[in-house]
């Protein structure tokens, strides 16, 4: 005999398309019908892409088949949801995983290391939290947390009554991050399913409070990692870092490449180390100019802006107080306050 839980189990195999996770734990099963050795199963999205209906449609049909060797029929009922019904989940992602005191996660994402990423992640939420935003940043990277130095602050998290992290505040920001937990010198040795366990926890069992955006520093590159953290988090777009040169665009690619994997819409490029003004006030562009903005306009999105090449930035990171923290209406400053007013325009 057929039971609901067999079902379920062959329907764990499902995978989201594009994503690593199934339609079960997703939530979209919605209903298991069993009539003798015939099975109907409805299926709910909140992405309005009928594609992504057929595609599961089949894959579960031929799953069940495949599996269950009494199954005389497998009748498989994807509904899926107007676009406008489908506003409050952008990106595609189940809406069970929204945090209803977040409203938006925006990841901050390279193809490469050495672009800036980071710095460009603390600059840009504390100039959305100067532009009066409620700001939450996270330090995607486990590996090689930087957060802590760059913001001036290394408290260990308190826990509080509901047993979630308190995440620390710096320049008005409330911040998480490897490296709060653990000392500086120690390293993090782990495999790619203990990463996701922990950024699990970084998004659901911390204590945001209410928040208008939270940034997600992503670790450099398009590896395993990168896309289990786009998939886990639910995320309303992302933005991509890169400087002129062509080594770093190509590599750029491919970072936008991942996000439309996991459906997740790029809301725009930022070209970091843009250019350098010499004393005598001559502009000179290091690494070529115009690659990030060429880029935007090729795929189609918007280019945020051009951050110059600049002493302050690199102090401010080492010394833990960010360029549109110490100098907002200097060069770095404003460029970073006119980014960060570009993605809210951008954001709504």
Known sequence: MITQEEVLNVLRQVKYPGYSRDIVSFGLVK???????????????????????????????????????????????????????AASTPG???????????NRIVAVASGKGGVGKSTCSVN????????????????????????????????????NDQEQLVPPCAHG??????????????????????????????????AWGELDYLLVDLPPGTGDAQLSLCQIVPLDGGVIVTTPQQASIGVVRKGMAMFEKVNVPILG????MSYFTAPDG????????????TEANRKGVPFLGEIPLLPTVREGGDLGVPAVVSD????????????ARALRQKLG
């Open 124 to 159: 840009l939420a504390c100039a959305l939290r100067q532009l009066g935003a409620r700001v939450g940043l996270l330090d995607g990277d486990i590996y090689g947390p930087s957060i802590p130095l760059m913001m001036g602050i290394q408290e260990r998290p308190q826990v």
């Open 31 to 85: 209903e298991v019908q069993i009539d003798g050795t015939a099975v109907g199963v409805l299926v709910e999205l909140t992405s309005p892409s009928p594609e992504i209906g057929e595609q599961i449609a089949e894959a579960a049909r031929l799953a069940l088949r495949n599996a269950i060797t009494s199954l005389s029929d497998a009748h498989v009922q994807v509904q899926v949801p107007s676009p406008q019904q």
């Open 173 to 206: 920001v409330k911040l998480m991050s490897m490296g709060f937990l653990i000392g500086d010198d120690q390293p993090v040795i782990w495999r790619g399913p203990m990463i996701q366990k922990t950024m699990q926890q970084f998004i659901h069992q911390v």
């Open 269 to 272: 490029i930022i070209e970091n």
């Open 328 to 339: 907002p209406t200097g060069p770095a400053g404003g460029a970073f306050l006119a980014v």
């Open 92 to 102: 595609g992602m189940p809406a069970k995983n929204r945090l209803p005191n977040i």
């Open 282 to 293: 001559t502009r000179i562009e290091i690494f070529g100019h115009g690659g990030g903005a």
